[in-house]
């Protein structure tokens, strides 16, 4: 496919809500076209962008205010059919000049008049339309997996990855081969993505767990299903990927989360680590019992695993504690 520069107005550049970036557990993969321009969807957007240290924002906007945007790294859209254009590659750049231009830190970095004006048009690269709209998508997904493939400068993390290999596999009938080789990954690895994204999207499903579900415990999904021994308890299914056992998922879900109960607040495994020491107590259901009634520290369940379990050597029944 061929890219051809055009110059396009500041208030044609639409940010893409599809952005691994901005991409959080309650967004959904797609967004239908017509919704995208929804002035309220762009500025929670630009919001996102803004607000999230980890995109760098100010840094930007301190770096265009004096040098003006460099032309090192294209900015890559798609010429919708309003005559509007779909910022596939470049959104943070495009956030810090609409964030300068709206007086965001205006004062400090004193804009000049012809500094503000040059930033209102901006030469970007359009997708060329002589190919149907869904394969110029597809491009356009593939060439941004490659901007940002392991070891580039903006690297993706594995949640970020996760959810990419989840939409080009649910959205672009992509197989996991081919999203390997854009990453530079081992199949097995974007496999286990895949999986885990999958595993917290039945969380974000569940209706009592549901809004614990957030995407820095990706990584703790990662390491139940990198557990045999947590996937037999929670019997997990490798066709429907999905956990099947209601009672001892919720019993995980309560873990993750820390949800009240009864007045109390349950043991919480706070890490991956932590998860990976509780598959290691699974196999000692009267520790686990233990741990679960908060009557053991999961420190003190480790200690106690590899022991004979007879109830007059555990310290906590000694004391009275069941």
């Not at 995208?36 to 760098?56: N, T």
């Not at 040098?67 to 943070?92: C, T």
């Not at 080789?181 to 097995?188: G, H, L």
């Not at 019992?289 to 590899?306: E, K, R, S, W």
Request: charged share 25%; net charge neutral.
């Amino acid at each position: 496919m061929r890219l051809v520069t055009v110059t396009a107005a500041l208030e044609d550049l639409w940010f893409d809500p599809s952005n691994p970036r901005i991409h959080t557990p309650e967004d959904s993969l797609t967004l239908p076209k017509e919704n995208i321009g929804d002035p309220d969807i762009q500025l929670e957007i630009l919001q996102k962008l803004a607000v999230d240290k980890e995109h760098s924002i100010f840094r930007l906007q301190v770096s265009i205010a004096r040098n003006g945007l460099l032309p090192i790294d294209n900015i890559i859209v798609i010429r919708l059919d309003n005559g509007k254009y779909l910022v596939v590659e470049g959104n943070r750049r495009i956030a810090a000049i609409k964030l300068l231009l709206m007086g965001t830190y205006g004062n400090i970095l004193n804009l000049s008049q012809e500094k503000i004006q040059h930033l209102t048009k901006i030469k970007v690269l359009v997708v060329d339309k002589e190919y149907p709209e869904e394969n110029i998508m597809r491009f356009a997904r593939l060439f941004q997996g490659l901007r940002h493939i392991s070891g580039s400068r903006d690297e993706w993390n594995d949640f970020q990855k996760a959810w990419f290999t989840c939409m080009m596999k649910d959205s672009y009938d992509m197989g996991l081969s081919d999203i390997s080789k854009i990453f530079s990954s081992e199949q097995r690895v974007v496999s286990r993505h895949y999986k885990s994204y999958k595993a917290l999207m039945q969380m974000k499903d569940d209706s009592h767990f549901g809004q614990f579900a957030e995407a820095h415990l990706f990584a703790h999904f990662e390491e139940m299903l990198e557990s045999t021994t947590i996937q037999q308890w929670l019997d997990w299914d490798n066709d429907e990927l999905k956990f099947k056992n209601t009672t001892t998922l919720h019993t995980m879900y309560s873990l993750l989360a820390g949800a009240k109960k009864q007045n109390c607040t349950v043991q919480t495994l706070k890490s991956s680590k932590d998860v990976r020491s509780f598959s290691r107590i699974l196999s000692k259901p009267k520790i686990v019992d233990n741990f679960l009634a908060g009557h053991i520290t999961l420190q003190d369940a480790l200690t106690l695993v590899g022991q004979p379990i007879h109830p007059k050597k555990l310290w906590f029944q000694r004391d009275g504690v069941h």
